[in-house]
């Protein structure tokens, strides 16, 4: 069903009658929000800084069917019935169900979460008390590969629910609630970058967000007018931001504020001393004051229409990341450096690292020879076949 060569809406119309067989009834609608790639400003979304995502022409489609009283003699009206394309080998579909009715972070686990994390969320923060629903998903966002296809879940869910219940909420709205959820039911301490990506993305454009004021604006990204596009090569390096590597970041990010005595490393002024801080702190939030710093000069070179100019900030983040903010692993490192030696203008790790996917800025007649280096240093190394796939900036989240 999620072949890339599907149009939306055809994809829109599989989804909608699999619902009808999985579920009894045809759905009320169906919703898509995209994953995303981000270009450069990685690791400053928690610390009030810039970003510069753009929302990927793959994404996560939901079907849902808001229950009636009458519609399932038998079935609780705050019962949710979740299914899912994405299921183990051999299985036809992922299920799942919890109540929206008393939920408490841990009550629903696997993907469950992330839908009634949203829930949790819309209850929690904006007094809405969703009533049951069914809900199939099918998303050609590859899972743990740093493009954030958690996030496109939850995204789908609120545009979804926001559409069926009125609730009348705008996307930084939206993006807020999402983070509350992934936040505090999921339990991953994630930024606002990703949410605010697949909601607000905008086809040929990327996403200029102040994570502090939640300011954006969408700043021309033209890949293919300037013959260029981007390489996503997908490690499969399996991350879990759950996991301590992003809290320790988060932590020293925290403790390099307080001692530089600013809210949050966003305020650092430039060609302040970090003699001060210890050699970890030091090296974080030298990341963090560079990165965006870069984020900047990308959008100028962006305004510019100089797009083949980013290619070297692109590189300067990952050397970065890998060496001061040390976050890379060496699937990510091999990844670039090849990229980089078959012709790339840039390449850098993107997501939270430790896994997950590396991007080549790349020019489409390299295509070929990129992929091809890629996968044979792969091989040479012995590590796990890569995923390579080429992504287009896309729009943000809707109903199909
Ligand atoms: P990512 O970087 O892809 O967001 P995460 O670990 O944050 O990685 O989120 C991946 C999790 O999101 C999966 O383990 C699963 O729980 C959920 N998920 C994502 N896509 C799907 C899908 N198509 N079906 C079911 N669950 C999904
Ligand atoms: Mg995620």
């Known amino acids: 069903m999620s072949t890339s060569t599907s149009t939306l809406q055809e994809r829109a119309d599989t ?9 009894g009834a045809a759905p009320d609608g169906v919703w898509r929000a995209p994953g995303r790639v981000n270009l450069i400003g990685e690791h400053t979304d928690y610390n009030n800084g810039f970003v510069l995502p753009f929302a990927i022409d793959r994404s996560a489609l939901v079907a849902v069917r808001l229950r009636t009283g009458d519609s399932e003699p038998g079935t609780e009206a705050d019962a949710v019935r979740l299914a899912s394309t994405f299921a183990p080998d051999g299985a036809d579909l992922s299920r799942a169900q919890f109540r929206t009715g008393g ?10 979460g992330y839908p009634a994390g949203v ?4 209850a929690q923060q904006a007094g809405v008390s969703v009533p049951g629903f069914d809900l199939l998903l099918d998303s050609t966002v590859p899972v743990g590969a740093g493009l954030s296809s958690s996030h496109a879940v939850e995204v789908a869910v609120i545009v979804a629910l926001n559409d069926l219940l009125g609730l009348g909420l705008d996307a930084p ?6 983070q509350y959820a992934e936040n505090e039911f999921v339990g991953a301490p994630t930024g606002i970058m990703d949410q605010s990506a697949s909601l607000m993305g905008r086809e040929g454009g990327a996403l200029f967000l102040d994570c502090r004021s939640l300011e954006s604006e969408t700043v021309p990204l033209p890949l293919a007018g300037h013959g260029l596009e981007v390489l996503v090569i997908d490690t499969r390096v399996v991350h879990s ?47 963090v004051t560079a990165e965006n710093q870069r984020v900047l000069q990308v959008v100028e070179e962006l305004r510019a229409d100089n797009v083949r100019g980013i290619g070297e900030l692109l590189t300067a983040s ?35 690292g430790f896994g997950g996917s590396a991007i080549a800025l790349i020019r489409q007649e390299d295509e070929a020879e990129v992929r091809a280096a890629v996968l044979a240093a792969f091989a040479a190394q012995g590590f796990a076949e890569p995923a390579l796939f080429t992504v287009l900036p896309a729009d943000g989240a809707g109903r199909v």
């Open 15 to 23: 989804l909608a009658r699999r619902f009808s067989e999985v579920f």
């Open 173 to 178: 709205e939206m993006a807020r609630l999402t």
């Open 241 to 287: 931001h759950a996991d301590g590597g992003y809290s320790a970041r988060r932590n020293a990010c925290e403790r390099g504020a307080a001692a530089l005595g600013v809210q949050s490393l966003r305020d650092v002024p430039e060609g302040t001393s970090l003699d001060g801080l210890d050699e970890e702190t030091r090296k974080r939030v030298r990341h």
């Open 103 to 112: 939920l408490e972070p841990g009550s629903a686990d696997g993907w469950a």
């Open 119 to 122: 829930v949790y969320a819309l």
């Open 318 to 352: 990952h050397v970065s990341l890998r060496d001061d903010f040390e976050v890379s692993c060496p699937e990510l490192d091999l990844a670039v450096d090849t990229a980089l030696a078959a012709g790339a203008l840039g390449s850098r790790m993107t997501g939270g």
